[in-house]
């Protein structure tokens, strides 16, 4: 039987049948294990021992001539002697964070929602919404590993509604329904998010950068929320602090009406 190459990449794994559904335009490709096949645990990453069992894990795959593909493979379980457990062996090319979904589609996913919103992805690849989130937030945070801040001198500072109210756990406030982004006025990137607006998330990335690097920031573009101001002026002694145009315009606006305090107590 001949088998087209992308059928032919799966580490330690042999294509052993491939079964086709015409009317659902879906594919179903069994795998076997090669016989030089290793297997290591997927806790410790150690040489597993003697065959304890067997069972059959299905993931979904990257598409083919728009036909949707799910592999089925035989996932051995066997002694680990670290663990001193039996642990199901590790599927290298299944992505760790759900293993229902190969990395080829998880690195898929990811570019997609580059371009798309999450929940579009999801329903494009047909696959749960929350897996889509938890995939791209995976490949999200191995690409951070290798992420280096550029040297920064101008930077636009603005949190994002990313949470609802119900979504809170005890003792957050409406502060953490936020997110803080930062992003390179030079280059237009976003270059950091912080899980709130509080101060102290404005303040973890200036930490990260350090004081030499805070010294070289000339610009801060960002609104009038006093924790960003602080931060800022606590961090970077030598950056200007611009207000974005928009609440300028809404301060200008609400001054003529007689209804801006911040504009009354600045005089204007």
Same mark, same amino acid.
């Given at each position: 039987?001949?088998?087209?190459y992308?059928?032919?990449?799966?580490q330690?794994?042999?294509?052993?049948?491939?079964? /086709?559904? !015409?009317?659902?335009?879906?594919?179903? $490709?069994? &795998? +076997? #294990?090669?016989?030089?096949?290793?297997? @290591?645990?997927?806790c410790?990453? $150690?040489?597993?021992?003697?065959?304890?069992?067997?069972?059959?894990?299905?993931?979904?795959?990257?598409?083919?001539?728009?036909? %949707?593909?799910? $592999? =089925?493979?035989?996932?051995?379980?066997?002694?680990?002697?670290k663990c001193?457990?039996?642990?199901?062996?590790?599927?290298?090319?299944?992505?760790?964070? %759900?293993?229902?979904?190969?990395?080829? $589609?998880?690195?898929?996913?990811?570019?997609? %929602?580059?371009?798309?919103?999450?929940?579009?992805?999801?329903? @494009?690849e047909?696959?749960?919404?929350?897996?889509?989130? !938890? =995939?791209?937030?995976?490949? &999200?945070?191995?690409?951070?590993?290798?992420?280096?801040?550029p040297? &920064?001198?101008?930077?636009?500072?603005?949190e994002?509604? #990313?949470r609802?109210?119900?979504?809170?756990?005890?003792?957050?406030?409406?502060?953490?329904?936020f @997110?803080?982004?930062?992003?390179?006025?030079? +280059?237009?990137?976003?270059?950091?998010?912080?899980?709130?607006?509080?101060?102290?998330?404005?303040?973890?990335?200036?930490?990260?950068?350090?004081? /030499?690097?805070? /010294?070289?920031?000339?610009?801060? #573009?960002?609104?009038?929320?006093?924790?960003?101001?602080?931060?800022?002026?606590?961090?970077?002694?030598?950056?200007?602090?611009v207000?974005? !145009?928009?609440? &300028?315009?809404?301060?200008?606006?609400? #001054?003529?009406n007689?209804?801006?305090s %911040?504009?009354?107590?600045?005089?204007?």
């Amino acid at each position: 039987m001949y088998v087209p190459y992308i059928f032919r990449q799966f580490q330690g794994f042999k294509l052993k049948d491939i079964k /086709e559904f !015409r009317k659902k335009q879906h594919m179903e $490709l069994h &795998l +076997t #294990a090669t016989p030089e096949r290793i297997s @290591l645990c997927r806790c410790c990453g $150690l040489k597993l021992g003697s065959k304890r069992g067997e069972h059959i894990q299905r993931a979904k795959h990257l598409k083919c001539m728009g036909w %949707t593909v799910t $592999l =089925v493979i035989p996932v051995s379980k066997r002694e680990c002697l670290k663990c001193k457990k039996v642990r199901s062996e590790l599927i290298e090319f299944l992505c760790p964070a %759900t293993p229902h979904i190969t990395m080829d $589609l998880a690195w898929w996913i990811n570019q997609f %929602t580059e371009v798309s919103a999450a929940l579009s992805v999801a329903r @494009l690849e047909s696959v749960n919404k929350n897996t889509c989130y !938890r =995939v791209d937030k995976y490949i &999200l945070q191995r690409m951070l590993q290798g992420f280096e801040i550029p040297n &920064l001198r101008t930077i636009g500072v603005d949190e994002v509604h #990313a949470r609802s109210k119900k979504q809170l756990t005890r003792g957050e406030t409406r502060e953490d329904e936020f @997110l803080t982004v930062i992003v390179d006025l030079q +280059t237009h990137k976003v270059i950091w998010v912080g899980k709130s607006r509080r101060k102290e998330a404005l303040d973890q990335f200036f930490e990260l950068l350090g004081k /030499e690097a805070c /010294e070289r920031i000339k610009v801060v #573009a960002t609104d009038q929320h006093e924790g960003y101001g602080a931060s800022v002026r606590q961090y970077c002694e030598n950056a200007c602090v611009v207000w974005d !145009r928009f609440h &300028l315009i809404q301060n200008f606006n609400e #001054a003529l009406n007689g209804k801006s305090s %911040t504009c009354h107590a600045l005089g204007l």
